[in-house]
Each structure stands twice: as structure tokens, then as C-alpha cells.
């Protein structure tokens, strides 16, 4: 069955941009995450929904950075006037359960670059 | 605040070697653990999940073991292979919160 699908894969911005990132969770899981990814680095957490509630924030690193997943399903994570230090891969993950910490399940990520 | 580490950073082996990955974290109170592998440009792919209750997990020539005592979970990588060059991380899930916090990973070259 198909997977978690991200889009765009590469993203490039001059600093100052808008962007917005879309994530596709596998149908039927209530959890979606956002990581971000720095090079050579494991992921950090961003932000966790259960089905269209945000539960929790807590790793938005400010205020231009803001997600959302307005009917439980496709997630986007938007991040205002992008900063160099804002370019990482962001990866996206669902899970089924609600149960804590089942099984997550990610995609490809969108690899950002801001120029 | 849990931190992850993981030792080597990098490894390289002979193809048919047996392989132990290391990875250390500093809050034992944890609810499960998950290793992944990330080949480069793409995401992470599930490879193990162990319960805080269990103390290994097993999938072909994989084998995971957890002690949560000593924050301590090794990964097991039998006859390694040239298809198993990739990062592997761990990710533990914490009792509060629902996400996981990950290691920086080990880079594996498996050469032939």
C-alpha cells in the first residue's frame, strides 16, 4: 500500500520567502509528526497532531514556523520569512494508534534549502 | 532533558562480518525504543521496536536487545552485507510526550 508522501522533495528559497510543505500520511493513521533534519544530524522534533488536533508544539523552534492538519489527514508545515539556519531536510511520520509511541512510519522528507 | 548517543559515529567492515551498533541514553525511564535505518536522500525505514517491557527484538539477521537500567540498546547486524550500508539510528519514546527523540545515527559502509 502506499506510503507517507511528501511534497515538494527539494525546495529552494531566498531567505525572506514563504514556504509551505506538504505531508501525505499513510490513509487511516491519527498521529502525524514533523521532524526536521540538519545534516549529519538524527531528527528533531517539531510538532505532533492526533487526528486534526495539535497536541503538541513544543519543538517549533519560533514563531515563523507554524503546522497544521485542518481535516485529520494531509498535514502542512509552513514556515514565514525563511533564515539560513531554517535549511534541513523536514520528514514527516504517521502512526496508526492512538496508544503512545506506536510504530511510526516515515516519508522522504523535503529537503529545504534557504539561500 | 533525554540526550541519545550513538557509537561508533561511523563504521566500515568486510562483507560477512557480524556488527554491533551502540546506542546510550541518559533517562531510563522510557516506553519503547526503535531503531531505523536512512539511506542517503530518503527517509527512515522501521527496521526494530522494543516495549520497555522486553528486552529484545528479533527480524532476520537483525536483533535488537534494550537495558533500560543502564540506558543502554545494541543492534545486532549478522553476516552484514553490501545493502546494509546505511545510517542507522535510534529513537527513544519517553514516558511524557508523544514523540521520539533520536541519536545522531552510525554511518555503515559494508564493503564488498
Known amino acids: 500500500g502506499a506510503g507517507v508522501s511528501q511534497s515538494p522533495r527539494y525546495k529552494v528559497a531566498k531567505r525572506g520567502q514563504d514556504v509551505a510543505l506538504r505531508c501525505d500520511p499513510i490513509s487511516g493513521h491519527v498521529s502525524l509528526f514533523w521532524y526536521q533534519q540538519a545534516l549529519g544530524q538524527g531528527p528533531e522534533f517539531l510538532t505532533y497532531?492526533?487526528?486534526?488536533?495539535?497536541?503538541?508544539k513544543s519543538g517549533l523552534p519560533s514563531d515563523r514556523f507554524f503546522a497544521e492538519r485542518p481535516e485529520g489527514s494531509v498535514s502542512t508545515l509552513k514556515i514565514q520569512r525563511t533564515q539560513q539556519e531554517d535549511s534541513a531536510v523536514y520528514l514527516c511520520a504517521s502512526s496508526l494508534a492512538r496508544q503512545r509511541l506506536h510504530e511510526q512510519f516515515f516519508g522522504p522528507g523535503t529537503r529545504l534549502t534557504v539561500l | 532533558k533525554q540526550e541519545v548517543t550513538q557509537i561508533p559515529a561511523a563504521l566500515s567492515v568486510p562483507e560477512g562480518e557480524n556488527l554491533v551498533l551502540n546506542c546510550s541514553f541518559t533517562?531510563?525511564?522510557?516506553?519503547?525504543l526503535q531503531w531505523f535505518r536512512q539511506d542517503p536522500g530518503k527517509g527512515l525505514t522501521s527496521l526494530l521496536l522494543i516495549q520497555s517491557s522486553q528486552r529484545e527484538q528479533t527480524s532476520g539477521r537483525l536483533n535488537a536487545s534494550l537495558d533500560k537500567s543502564s540506558g543502554r540498546s545494541t543492534l545486532y547486524i549478522a553476516a552484514s552485507q553490501p545493502g546494509d550500508s546505511a545510517t542507522y539510528l535510534c529513537?527513544?519514546?519517553?514516558?511524557?510526550?508523544?514523540?521520539?527523540?533520536f541519536g545522531p545515527g552510525t554511518r555503515l559502509s559494508v564493503l564488498p
Open positions: 533517562d531510563s525511564a522510557i516506553y519503547n
Open positions: 529513537a527513544v519514546g519517553r514516558n511524557y510526550g508523544q514523540n521520539f527523540v
Open positions: 497532531f492526533q487526528n486534526e488536533a495539535q497536541l503538541d
